[in-house]
């Protein structure tokens, strides 16, 4: 007997409503006009202004309801599942605000980026040759922007000095920013990228693609390492590191057992060595990675400590339900618990985050989102199926940002947001998909 399908959740019985009506033009062309869209949007992230991603967002969320409007809702899966218990807990966040007003604003932009994933979930499932697209513009957008970055190095020092704490042990280093403004929001930008420019190396056909591939993802390491941002450095450690594991284990799958056990540990002994001989060798790593042993001698450490301090006073205050989504409840909040002279946006820390926006149902939300996408990524390290080299760098992705969101908020930024949410939507639309157990190819010339 054929069991019956899952009932449709309430909150997802309006797709599908005009699935009947004629497609005309529009209903016809509906994936390659969200595949421009969000190429668009991708390509601009880091170079478009705020005014103009809201309107490229807009149009996302806007075509994705179209595309509902005329799809019936298939399997939510796991991933969907997760991301409508953190709407819940949003929604019931910002119902007992102390800030509700400004809590509202919070909600909505998260839904507005949650709308730019559900599109991107949605054009991946229906055709997956889109990933590679929305990969070179997400690269052509970086390789412009790292070589901003780059550049900058040849101006006036006056301008990147301002970036230098005159009370840090790190005092004079010199820190591109790029078009980003903020040399740690362009390693949070560059971090997430780094991973989809390794597997679309390994991807990509012909010498020209290749080449694109190999630029981007060369700029862009020498740009994060500029940024001396501590955070997206451990994080490209963690990012590649495990990349590098999960591809390695994947090639030797076939080897003899000795040498598919021992190659992965040699390769990672050879990692650390080098990177224990960059950090101590060159002068300008070695004191900014110093710096983080260095306490609340550093003023960036000592800053986030007080700011820690201040947001766990909030998190005790309202342990369950928070203050409310978004940076403007916070805004208002924090200021009755901060520190003197230790103004602040963010709590500094993704967990505390959530915690301090949702309470404690927040946090748990969050990281059972997080274990189902690596769940979901993991899986897929077997498969032949046109995601699979992609969901391993969605893994690498959430890895990477996760190191760097211990001590960072740079993650709620949309130019951070938007590709972990592409990523996510990779790994969603891979869950959805039937998984073959062969080992996928990597194409050569």
Known sequence: MVPAPAPVPL???????????????????????????????????????RAGLSLLIAASALLWVVWALRTPPG??????????????????????????????????KLLSYLSVYALMRQLLASAPAWW???????????????????????????????????NSVAEGTVRIYSTLENPNLLGGYLLPILPLAVVAL?????????????????????????????????????????LGLLLVLRQTRDWPPLWRRLFPLLLLAGATVALVLLVTQVEPLRVRVMSLVAGREDSSNNFRMNVWTSALAMIQDRPWIGIGP?????????????????????????????????????LLAGLGLLLSAVKVGLGQWRSSAPLA?????????????????LTDTI???????????????TLAAAAAAPVSPEPEPVPCD
Not at 76 to 99: C, D, E, K, Y
Not at 220 to 240: D, I, K, N, P, Q
Not at 333 to 348: D, E, H, R, T, V
């Open 11 to 49: 909150l997802l019985r309006w797709q599908g409503l005009l699935a009947g009506l004629p497609a005309g033009r529009l209903g016809a062309h509906l994936p390659l006009l969200a595949g421009w869209i969000l190429c668009a949007l991708m390509a601009g992230l880091p170079l478009v202004t």
């Open 75 to 108: 399997r939510l899966g796991t991933i969907n599942t997760w991301l409508l218990l953190v709407i819940a807990v949003a929604v019931v966040a910002t119902g007992f605000s102390p800030v509700p007003k400004a809590a509202l604003v919070g909600l909505f």
């Open 132 to 166: 590679d697209r929305l990969v070179g513009a997400l690269l052509a957008g970086e390789l412009v922007t790292s070589v901003i970055g780059i550049r900058q190095l040849y101006e006036a020092p006056g301008a990147l000095a301002r970036w230098s704490d005159n």
């Open 202 to 242: 390994l991807r990509w056909r012909g010498r020209g693609r290749r080449l694109f591939a190999l630029a981007s993802l060369v700029l862009g390491l020498v740009a994060l390492v500029l940024t001396y941002s501590r955070g997206a450095w451990m994080g490209m450690v963690a990012s590649l590191g495990l």
């Open 326 to 362: 978004g940076n403007s409840a916070f805004n208002l909040i924090y200021p009755l618990y901060q520190q003197p002279k230790f103004n602040a946006l963010s709590a500094y820390s993704i967990p505390l985050e959530l915690l301090v926006e949702a309470g404690i149902p927040g």
């Open 389 to 405: 080299l992609p969901c391993l760098a969605a893994v690498a992705v959430f890895a990477g940002l996760g190191v760097q969101g």
């Open 411 to 425: 993650f709620f930024r949309p130019e951070v947001q938007l590709i972990a949410l592409f990523s996510l939507a």
